[in-house]
């Protein structure tokens, strides 16, 4: 990988964006990495969250727009898919949705456009207090991607994604997290430290499996219907893994006062129910 460095230590995934010298602006090369990383992690059982920082003073200042106009391919639209079609362009963001491991987003400064619309499929975003923010597509002739139309009204409502998306105006750390976007703000030196200090919280305490599929429950639960279906659907989940030895270890130890060790694997032992959405 050129444009995003990885580090894994006791089961916490570090991707940074590397591109200091650009502000971390992403390109196509950017997509890819990302989501190569996030596909061989989701079946790495060693890693158990991964957090995606940037390196330098940036996160990502968006789509990489040194070559003026021509920045985002003219008609070939390169920066959306090229050859390969718009979808991808928006590889990386169906990697970290169907990936199985849980994501923090430490936005470290500026996160702009797709830098910013990247972090919506993680599952907990954080931000420095003193962190701009934007969906400045319509600034600049473009329409919201990376499936944000999808994914910014369910995080913080219709109103508050119609106000930042019309508009394209940058807004600070602190209506991030009054709107619900990020779910805490600390000063930038300390950001990545308590992303990895929440990371560690979910490494230690829970169980992979039961993790993978509480992260799917939450994400594509609201697309069904009828709640009636998702009692089938976590009923017969719950059935299954109450059979197997992650909840017996898990109960055990609760009794026993100490820290469980689950044995089941996210790569191998996920519910025969998953991926019930396809």
Known sequence: MSHIASSLVDGILTLTLDRPEKLNAFTPQMNNELADAFDAASEDDDVRVIVVTGRGRAF?????????????G????????GEGGPRAAGRFVESIFRCKKPSIAAINGPAVGVGLTMTLPMDIRLAADDAKLGFVFTRRGLAPEAAAAWFLPKLVGLPHALRWCL???????AE?????L???????DELLAHACELARVIADNTAPVATAVTRALLWRGELLDDPGLLLEIDGGINAELSAGPDVAEGVSAFFE?????FPGR???DMPAVYPWWT
């Open 60 to 72: 990502c200042a968006g789509a990489d727009i040194s070559g003026g106009g021509d920045s985002f």
């Open 74 to 81: 003219g008609q070939s639209g390169e920066m959306f898919g």
């Open 167 to 173: 508009t394209g105006e940058m807004f600070g750390a």
């Open 176 to 180: 991030a997290l009054a709107a619900g």
């Open 182 to 188: 990020v779910s805490a703000s600390h000063p930038k």
């Open 257 to 261: 006062k100490r820290h469980a060790q």
């Open 266 to 268: 996210a790569s191998v």
